[in-house]
């Protein structure tokens, strides 16, 4: 059997390890949601646990959706990251992705019904955004005109973060809070976005559009 095949789980756990900060998201999710169970006004449950993998596996699968969409890019300008290196292959990462998916739909039914039909809207903007608005050669000529519309991930499973306490506290649902702590984790995306697109040591600075390029070191820094 292809050493490939072989080694596959050992792989992924590598490319992982490399690509997904445990610690820096972890630190994402456990703000968001204990920012929306505060605005809810709710107590913390063990029912939201399965939530909180839901978020973990959703952030896991938008890291591989980027890997995936950047591959050519990074060919070129990030060779030493897993996939332009070889660690694991678009398809395998793909297949990954699959299986995350069917796993955050699994966990929703095991949680509550009512959370299907707005997480399944979750999963379709995300399959939209992996496919970049099917406008992805428009929005790569502009580094702030390709985030703006995708960070968009970060309003909607906050949205549905709200959501899902308000269901699973059997609190009122108010679309004020709902559409508000929407816009606070677009914001919170944004800086989030930038701080993780600014230059380090290991880029070409010159050879691909940051966000200090485009907005000028003190604005860029001002914002994160």
Not at 93 to 122: A, G, K, N, Q
Not at 125 to 139: A, P
């Amino acid at each position: 059997m292809d050493k490939l095949k072989i080694n596959i789980t050992k792989r992924l756990s590598t490319y992982i390890y490399e690509r997904f900060n445990i610690f820096s998201y972890s630190l994402l999710i456990i703000a968001m949601f204990f920012s929306g169970m505060v605005l809810a006004r709710s107590n913390f449950s063990l029912s939201f646990i399965p939530i909180l993998l839901i978020l973990f596996l959703y952030f896991l699968r938008l890291r591989m959706y980027d890997d995936i969409k950047d591959y050519q890019i990074d060919i070129k300008l990030k060779p030493y990251r897993p996939l332009p290196r070889g660690l694991v292959t678009r398809n395998e990462i793909l297949i990954t992705t699959y299986t995350l998916l069917i796993l955050e739909m699994v966990i929703i039914v095991y949680t509550d019904i009512r959370l299907i039909v707005p997480y399944s809207l979750v999963i379709l903007f995300s399959l939209i955004t992996f496919r970049e608005f099917f406008i992805g050669r428009i929005l790569r000529k502009n580094i702030l005109l390709y985030a703006l519309p995708h960070i968009l991930l970060m309003a909607s499973i906050g949205s549905f973060l709200y959501y899902s306490v308000t269901v699973l506290s059997a609190l009122q649902f108010q679309l004020s809070k709902f559409l508000l702590f929407g816009f606070i984790c677009y914001i919170a995306g944004l800086l989030f976005e930038i701080s993780r697109k600014m230059p380090n040591i290991h880029e070409n600075k010159s050879s691909r559009e940051s966000f200090i390029s485009l907005l000028g070191f003190n604005i860029a820094w001002a914002i994160f």
